[in-house]
C-alpha cells in the first residue's frame, strides 16, 4: 500500500507541477529559466518546448553524476520523458487557444503558477521515485555543497537564466519572481506533504494489523 501512495505522489505531483508551469508560460510576463532556456531552443532550433525539457534532462543527468561522483541516474530519463510529454500535453492540447489578456490576469496566473509548481514539486519529491534531472541538480548542489533546499534551487535556476538570456528566451520580471520564490514556495510545502504521505503510508500499514 504504501507503494501505491508514493506512485500515486509520484504521478499526481507531475501532473500539477507540469500544469504550474505551463501557467507560467502562459502568462507571458517571463518564465522559470529552465523554461525559458526550453522556449528559447524551440525558437531558435524548433522541436516542441517538451522535447527539449526531455534533452536539458539528458544532459543533466550526467551534470549530476559528476556533481554527486555516482554513476548517471538513468532512470531518472523515464521521469524527463513523462514530464516533457505532459508539458506538450498542457500546452499543445489543453491550453492551445487559450490566451491571457490583461496585465492583472497575467500577474495572477503567474503567481497562481508559482505555487501550482511549489506544490508540485513538494508532491512528487516524496515519492523518492527517480526525481526529475532538474530537481536531482537542485538536490546535488544542495548535497555538494551544504546549502539548503531553497539556495540550492536558486542557484540551479540562475545556472539556466544565463544561456536563456543569452538566446533571448522570454524572461521577464516574471522570472525573476520565479527564480527567487520558487526554492522558498518548495520549502514551505514540502514538510506537509512529507507528513501527508507519512500518515497515509502509517495507516496504511497499522490497517494491516
Known amino acids: 500500500m504504501a ?3 508514493r506512485s500515486l505522489f509520484f504521478i499526481l505531483g507531475l501532473f500539477i507541477l507540469t500544469f504550474g508551469v505551463c501557467l ?10 529552465w523554461d525559458a532556456l526550453n522556449v528559447a531552443l524551440t525558437e531558435w532550433i524548433g522541436l516542441t518546448i517538451g522535447t527539449w525539457v526531455i534533452i536539458d534532462g539528458a544532459v543533466l543527468i550526467f551534470v549530476n553524476a559528476f556533481l554527486l561522483k555516482r554513476k548517471p541516474e538513468i ?7 513523462f514530464i516533457g510529454s505532459l508539458v506538450d500535453f498542457w500546452i499543445l492540447i489543453v491550453f492551445e487557444s487559450w490566451e491571457v489578456a490583461g496585465l492583472f490576469i497575467q500577474l495572477v496566473t503567474l503567481v497562481l503558477g508559482l505555487f501550482i509548481i511549489g506544490i508540485g514539486a513538494a508532491i512528487y519529491l516524496q515519492a523518492k521515485f527517480p526525481s526529475s534531472p532538474i530537481d536531482s541538480f537542485m538536490l546535488a548542489i544542495q548535497k555538494r555543497f551544504g546549502v539548503s533546499l531553497m539556495t540550492a534551487k ?4 540562475i545556472v539556466a537564466l544565463i544561456p536563456a538570456l543569452l538566446l533571448k528566451g522570454p524572461i521577464g520580471f516574471g522570472t525573476i ?3 527567487f520564490l520558487i526554492g522558498p514556495f518548495i520549502q514551505l510545502c514540502f ?15 497499522q490497517g494491516k494489523y
Open 75 to 81: 532512470l531518472s530519463l523515464l521521469t524527463i520523458i
Open 177 to 179: 519572481i520565479i527564480t
Open 3 to 5: 507503494l501505491f501512495y
Open 154 to 157: 536558486t542557484i540551479g535556476e
Open 191 to 205: 514538510p506537509y506533504f512529507e507528513k501527508l504521505l507519512h500518515r497515509l503510508t502509517e495507516r496504511s500499514y
Open 24 to 33: 507560467t508560460i502562459k502568462a507571458e510576463l517571463g518564465v522559470g529559466a
